[in-house]
């Protein structure tokens, strides 16, 4: 990772979580890639590319995490960041678990649907690949603390969504692995939403 914003340690930490995706990657079907260079290049350089619209710190949801992108390589980078990474895929979550503990993250893994969790209390939520932000940020509302975020990578072709809970802040456009653009919401009250009876 040349011109990498992490230190050395951060890199050496990326590294192992790669080489863990890529020896798991065939058994749970994690992905098609079997070079590191390419996976970097594809998956590590562009979540990297999210740093300068991410919050340093508080609870972070990374929403169908799958072999943990955006949400570990965002965690490496900002260890002060505590995970949240949410897959229904059982044995995917038992991997997720697996690399937390391998590389001593701070995180928690839920082997189940978003909508059917009770708040998590989240302060930037996340998500690999983002097709429709207007849909997820409607799933995040329900978990969100005061002052949420959202930091989404989505096409680069791709407008603002316009939703009533959340205001579009700032963007940056991003030629790393795909072109893509990453989009910053917050929530638009001050006060929390995270009203889940189960709060």
């Known amino acids: ?16 979580y790669v080489e863990e995706v890529l020896r798991f990657r065939k058994v749970l079907n994690l992905t098609s890639i079997s070079k590191p260079d390419v996976f970097e290049r594809r998956f590590i350089t562009p979540t990297l590319a999210m740093m300068p619209l991410m919050p340093k710190q508080g609870r ?4 169908g995490s799958g072999m943990g992108v955006p949400g570990i390589p965002l965690m490496i980078a900002f260890p002060d960041l505590y995970g949240v990474l949410v897959e229904r895929r059982k044995k995917r979550a038992e991997f997720l678990r697996h690399v937390i503990r391998l590389f001593h993250l701070q995180g928690t893994v839920y082997d ?4 059917h969790l009770p708040c998590l209390h989240i302060d930037v939520f996340t998500a690999r690949a983002v097709i429709k932000p207007e849909s997820l940020l409607k799933m995040c509302k329900p978990h969100a603390n005061a002052l949420a975020c959202a930091v989404l990578p989505v096409a680069q072709n791709t407008g603002f969504s316009r939703h009533s809970d959340w205001n579009p802040v700032s963007r940056i456009m991003v030629d790393a692995g795909e072109k893509q653009q990453i989009q910053r919401y917050e929530l638009r009250s001050i006060k929390s939403l995270c009203l889940h009876p189960f709060c």
């Open 112 to 115: 189940a649907d978003i909508r």
């Open 1 to 16: 990772m040349t011109n990498s914003p992490i230190s050395l340690q951060q890199q050496e930490t990326m590294h192992g």
């Open 60 to 63: 972070l949801l990374d929403i």
